[in-house]
């Protein structure tokens, strides 16, 4: 069994946050070309390869993203406008609990990594998370790590 298969055993969801306004960078940053394909049209087409058969939330504020075309996502608006990806993540899991999402893990990935999602799933599969466990990956490497019920 592969790492990515073990991570996805009890995945539920993907999530894609891509709700900020880009004041640094000057554009949006989904939207950014790397090698001939905008960042948010190359991470929805890596998650479906991985064919994990689970919803894609796309936390993007008020923005919604042509070159997605027909794409099966979802959009979610942030819990609070314009509080940050916190908000943006908020309101996927709500997204996700009204459509049934009770238990497992829910993907959340920023739309600006350079790392496909199928790299990160493969770290969170080797931190070996609970499912009411949360983890940090930056870059390729787990920083924090933390259980509801470890105070």
């Not at 940053?29 to 905008?38: H, T």
């Not at 493969?122 to 609970?130: D, F």
């Given at each position: 069994m592969t790492a990515t298969v073990r991570a996805t055993a009890n995945?539920?969801?993907?999530?894609?946050?891509?709700?900020?306004?880009?004041?640094?960078?000057?554009?949006d940053?989904?939207?950014?070309?790397?090698?001939?394909?905008?960042l948010l049209q190359r991470h929805v087409a890596a998650i479906r390869r991985l064919n994990l058969g689970v919803p894609i939330y796309i936390s993007s504020g008020a923005k919604r993203y042509a070159i997605l075309g027909d794409c099966d996502v979802t959009y979610v608006d942030d819990v609070v406008a314009g509080a940050g990806p916190l908000s943006g993540l908020a309101g996927a899991l709500s997204a996700a609990e009204k459509a049934g999402v009770s238990d497992g893990h829910i993907f959340a990935m920023p739309v600006d990594t350079?790392?496909?999602p199928g790299v990160l799933l493969?770290?969170?599969?080797?931190?070996?998370?609970?499912d009411s466990e949360v983890a940090l990956i930056k870059g390729e490497r787990l920083h924090a790590r933390s259980h509801e019920n470890s105070g």
């Open positions: 995945l539920k969801a993907a999530v894609i946050l891509c709700g900020g306004d880009s004041r640094r960078m000057g554009t940053k989904a939207l950014v070309d790397v090698d001939g394909s905008p350079l790392l496909p493969n770290k969170l599969t080797k931190a070996g998370l609970a």
